[in-house]
């Protein structure tokens, strides 16, 4: 089996009393567009830190291109490229003397430099301020140029932490573009608050919530879930009830009374294929009843988010497949 280009095996954090990260395991395969989200003090920013070699762990393994982020740290170091959440710049340089600079610090070789510097800034859109200094840019240009450090090298693995904060409507559509463009060629973990940005870009979703993975799923299987169908009818409940209730391409139907002889019925059909709310309103009026409302819903990723983060207990979810990897040797 090919090697994940993320691995991570029961990976835990603590804080002294605090449990940031609790026994996650997950993998990411090479490629993978994958958005990793969570609330706030969730964990996602702890575990990417272990990620990227900045943090240690407590207990588990996590594996980035194949090497160990506790015991081959500078090989990972070579293999990623990092955009924290507040990106450290030097204020008193240019951009293109950072980057630059960055470029020397990753070993890119001086034949090819000027170009991947240039490539860069033309990708990021910063090119117009490559002469400024990065203490006179507004926060969505520093990101920017953050962005640009981490590609800098051409890493298989990019880890983003909250890539378009600060950023306006049109710089944050460029970023996810150029987010989105980097998919396939580099292994992408996005973190970010925003979720139509996940829905935009993204392949696959981790939800994380006080320190454990809650939900792991593609966008497909998100976007193929069964839809729900509500609609409001004016007349006897128990009546309407009944007649739904024989509707054969309904599977359920549940009822909750808004108002007075008003009720909302929210029901699943049996193909979710088939748009089945012509034909049900046709029915409805043909018996006398009146309809407000019929509407098709299908789940979003912000209702999977908050119904994945409100919930007390954990959902049923396939268990991460993790590939085993050789447990090093402990430390002399």
Request: charged fraction near 25%.
């Amino acid at each position: 089996m090919a090697t994940a280009a993320i691995s991570v095996q029961n990976l835990t954090k603590n804080y002294g009393p605090v449990l940031a990260v609790d026994d996650i395991s997950f993998q990411v395969q090479p490629g993978e567009l994958v958005g990793f989200l969570g609330p706030n003090g969730a964990g996602k920013s702890t575990c990417m830190r272990i990620l990227t070699t900045w943090l240690p762990a407590s207990s588990g393994y996590a594996w980035l291109a194949g090497f160990d982020v506790m015991y081959q740290s500078m090989e990972v170091r070579k293999r990623i490229g990092y955009l924290p959440e507040s990106v450290p710049l030097y204020p008193e340089m240019r951009v293109r003397e950072c980057l630059t600079y960055r470029a020397k610090l990753k070993g890119i070789e001086r034949q090819g430099r000027t170009a991947r510097i240039d490539y860069c800034l033309e990708k990021c859109r910063i090119k117009e301020v490559q002469n400024r200094l990065l203490g006179t840019l507004s926060k969505g240009y520093r990101q920017r140029v953050g962005l640009a450090d981490a590609m800098l090298a051409d890493p298989p693995i990019l880890i983003l932490d909250e890539p378009t904060s600060g950023l306006d409507p049109v710089q944050i559509g460029e970023t996810l573009n150029t987010i989105k463009e980097l998919g396939g060629k580099h292994t992408v973990l996005l973190s970010t608050h925003i979720l139509s940005e996940v829905e935009k870009v993204c392949e696959r979703v981790i939800i994380i919530n006080k320190g454990r993975i809650k939900f792991d799923d593609t966008m497909k299987s998100i976007e193929n879930r069964e839809p729900t169908l509500l609609i409001d009818i004016r007349g006897p409940i128990e009546a309407i009830t009944r007649f739904l209730q024989d509707q054969h391409e309904l599977s359920s139907v549940a009822s909750k009374q808004v108002d007075g002889d008003l009720t909302t019925f929210e029901m699943k059909t049996r193909d979710r294929y088939k748009d089945f709310r012509e034909e049900l309103a046709r029915r409805v009026t043909s018996k006398g009843w009146g309809i407000r409302r019929l509407e098709l819903r299908r789940e979003k990723l912000e209702d999977l988010f908050t119904a994945v983060v409100l919930q007390q207990t954990e959902p049923a979810m396939p268990a991460p497949s993790v590939v085993s990897e050789p447990t090093p040797a402990p430390v002399a």
